[in-house]
């Protein structure tokens, strides 16, 4: 058995939409909302005088919502890139709108947050699942897209 490769099984050609690029740009936006989540949580710090390496305040529940806000945004963000690479191979508009969509809700999510009512982040946190179930979705059809399962026409 020999296992060699026809140039006719290498013909699949694949193009990205020019429009990608404003998927791109929501993770490079992506860096400044955890370096904004960041600086408030080391200016939290400062204020309450929690010292490193502390992670947490047994004592100053207000820093501990800010350094949630941001530990949760930081667990989130590597599936939501991934998300909207995907996703963003179905239709780079529509993907890169959902993504701006998710920075908003993440930041409605902090200032939530830093209200220092956690329960003030559920409106942030609510639209945030909304806008990546969107994504897992278009990332769904992407796959049936790419696999032959369908063949659906972008309006735009």
């Known amino acids: ?10 013909k699949y050609v694949f193009t990205v939409d020019p429009a990608y690029g404003y998927v791109l740009l929501v993770l490079f936006f992506c860096y400044f909302l955890s370096f904004w989540q960041g600086f408030m949580v080391g200016r939290m710090r400062t204020k309450l005088k929690v010292d490193y390496p502390a992670m947490y305040s047994d004592t100053e529940p207000l820093f501990n919502c800010y350094q949630r806000a941001h530990q949760n945004t930081l667990e989130k963000m590597p599936l939501f890139m991934i998300l909207i690479l995907a996703a963003g191979l179905f239709n780079a508009k529509v993907a890169a709108a959902i993504g701006f969509f998710w920075l908003l809700t993440r930041v409605i999510y902090s200032v939530g947050y830093y209200s220092g009512m956690p329960k003030n982040r ?24 790419m696999a032959g399962w369908w063949n659906i026409e972008q309006a735009f």
């Not at 058995?1 to 290498?10: A, G, K, L, R, V």
């Not at 806008?131 to 049936?144: P, R």
């Open 122 to 145: 559920i409106a942030g946190s609510a639209l945030s699942l909304l806008s990546e179930f969107a994504l897992v979705t278009m990332t769904f059809l992407q796959v049936g897209q």
């Open 1 to 10: 058995m020999s296992n060699t490769t026809t140039p006719e099984m290498m």
